[in-house]
């Protein structure tokens, strides 16, 4: 079933749009998305694909059984020989496919985060389609921090790839949150009648990534998504090393 890319075509011409659910298997939102509108969803113009991005995590309910999914889009010389040898290199290989023939993604994804906060994570082309989008928040930037992406490879092809963070694993309100932004995408998309007004969205933009050197990493104190912390501020103790904000900003995915 997971395995599967499901099509939906209008009676008339359209555009082509693909939207993917579970490409971490343990972010369920998505995947409960689909199953309650894919049977009854209708398209009135072009065409969408629906697909289950890591079918084997999905069913194991982990992350990923043998590499990150969503680092696989890379370019071969950036992945390491296990990568290209993993399963999931080779289920990116299948997505791509598709990929090249939409114009346009949209990515579910959830959070562990019990606080965990709404938001687009886009660059700026994608901005008259995310403007109609059920977030009050927009951040640019992760090309260049975290190449690797669904986004990043549509980004990459000249597309335009849109990932949506709609709260915590496990709150029902996050596949509320993936329903909606199902249909507000397949309106913007012009796949479905739009009847939306675009939304008072904040736009911000990611600088920096730390990416712990050793196993022994440890927060200085939990941290909510997009808490403000000031320059020289303790983030969290690597090894025997004290990691500190480099200037005033705030904190995503601690």
């Not at 999905?58 to 990150?68: C, G, L, M, Q, T």
């Not at 010389?77 to 080779?90: C, P, R, V």
């Not at 994804?109 to 928040?137: G, Q």
């Not at 911000?204 to 501020?233: C, H, I, P, W």
Request: hydrophobic content about 35%.
């Amino acid at each position: 079933m997971f395995e599967k890319i499901t099509t939906l075509e209008g009676k008339e011409k359209g555009p082509t749009s693909m939207i993917l659910a579970g490409v971490h298997g343990n972010e369920p939102c998505g995947v409960k998305a689909f199953k309650k509108m894919l049977p009854t969803l209708k398209i009135q113009k072009g065409r969408v694909f629906f697909g289950y991005g890591n079918p084997r995590a999905i069913k194991a309910n982990v992350r990923f059984v043998e590499s990150d999914l969503n680092r696989m889009f890379k370019g071969n010389a950036f992945l390491s020989t296990g990568n290209k040898k993993s399963y999931e290199y080779k289920r990116a290989q299948v997505l791509k496919k598709y990929f090249k023939q939409a114009d346009v993604l949209l990515d579910l994804h959830s959070s562990r985060n019990p606080k965990s906060k709404t938001f687009a994570i886009c660059e700026a082309d994608s901005f008259s389609t995310t403007k109609y989008l059920p977030v009050k928040l927009v951040v640019s930037g992760f090309d260049k921090v975290q190449p690797g992406g669904t986004d990043y490879y549509m980004n990459h092809i000249g597309k335009i790839g849109i990932c949506i963070e709609c709260g915590q694993h496990n709150d029902p309100k996050s596949v509320k949150r993936a329903e909606n932004a199902i249909t507000a995408f397949l309106k913007a998309r012009g796949h479905i009648t739009n009847d939306l007004k675009p939304k008072r969205q904040f736009h911000m933009n990611v600088y920096r990534m730390y990416v712990t050197k050793t196993s022994n990493f440890t927060l200085a104190k939990y941290f909510e998504d997009f808490q403000k912390v000031s320059k020289g501020q303790i983030i969290g103790t690597d090894g025997n090393k004290k990691v500190r904000s480099k200037r005033d900003s705030v904190i995503l995915f601690s």
